[in-house]
Antibody, heavy 118, light 107 residues
Framework: QVQLQESGPGLVKPSETLSLTCTVS????????WSWIRQPPGKGLEWIGYIYYSGSTNYNPSLKSRVTISVDTSKNQFSLKLSSVTAADTAVYYC????????????WGKGTTVTVSS | EIVLTQSPATLSLSPGERATLSCRASQSVSSYLAWYQQKPGQAPRLLIYDASNRATGIPARFSGSGSGTDFTLTISSLEPEDFAVYYC?????????FGPGTKVDIK
């Protein structure tokens, strides 16, 4: 079955750009929407944005000015860039697939912890 | 932005008891609401989508209801593995928001 794996630096300095990649295995990235969600330590879930395999995107308005999500169908990967990070961006970052036709997150990666600190 | 409110914040119950969790939206989301379960150190798991449809592999003891602004997740008889945090999530207007969560813990 489809599996997702997040990868990227676990430590990012304040004001720099956080970059993560989600690799899709066991299935094609085509014909689905893909999403990023984060969870600060001890807190709830926050949706960051999603991308269709064709490249169209939609972002959380509260993060829109700092977020870019892109897709590389040749590598079966999609990526997240979050600029000008602060300590408030410290979180577990999850990638997820959106259920076809219904657009809820039905397959999730295990998550990767990103800490923003100098 | 549509805000989701969940109640109660914590629900203390014993195995075998019925759990009733509430999610309220600040404006109508039609039936575009899902429920997720999250255990410590794990990613969330989709339980219910479009308010009342069980996701693949989800036991029948989980059920969802509601539409508009008021939604309920019911666990008919709690199993030991059901003690976790539950989040609702809406997808109205193609923008997603999550509720703050309800923790179901062992009484």
């Amino acid at each position: 079955q489809v599996q997702l794996q997040e990868s990227g630096p676990g430590l990012v300095k304040p004001s720099e750009t956080l970059s993560l990649t989600c690799t899709v295995s066991g299935g094609s990235i085509s014909s689905y929407y893909w999403s990023w969600i984060r969870q600060p330590p001890g807190k709830g879930l926050e949706w960051i944005g999603y991308i269709y395999y064709s490249g169209s995107t939609n972002y959380n308005p509260s993060l829109k000015s700092r977020v870019t999500i892109s897709v590389d169908t040749s590598k079966n990967q999609f990526s997240l860039k979050l600029s000008s990070v602060t300590a408030a961006d410290t979180a577990v970052y999850y990638c997820a697939r959106l259920l076809r036709k219904y657009y809820y997150m039905d397959v999730w990666g295990k998550g990767t912890t990103v800490t923003v600190s100098s | 932005e549509i805000v989701l409110t969940q109640s109660p914040a914590t629900l203390s119950l014993s195995p075998g008891e019925r759990a009733t969790l509430s999610c309220r939206a600040s404006q109508s989301v039609s039936s575009y609401l899902a429920w997720y379960q999250q255990k410590p150190g794990q990613a969330p798991r989709l339980l219910i989508y479009d308010a009342s449809n069980r996701a693949t592999g989800i036991p029948a003891r989980f059920s969802g209801s509601g539409s508009g602004t008021d939604f309920t997740l019911t666990i008919s008889s709690l199993e030991p593995e059901d003690f976790a945090v539950y989040y609702c999530q809406q997808r109205s207007n193609w923008l997603f928001t999550f509720g703050p969560g309800t923790k179901v813990d062992i009484k």
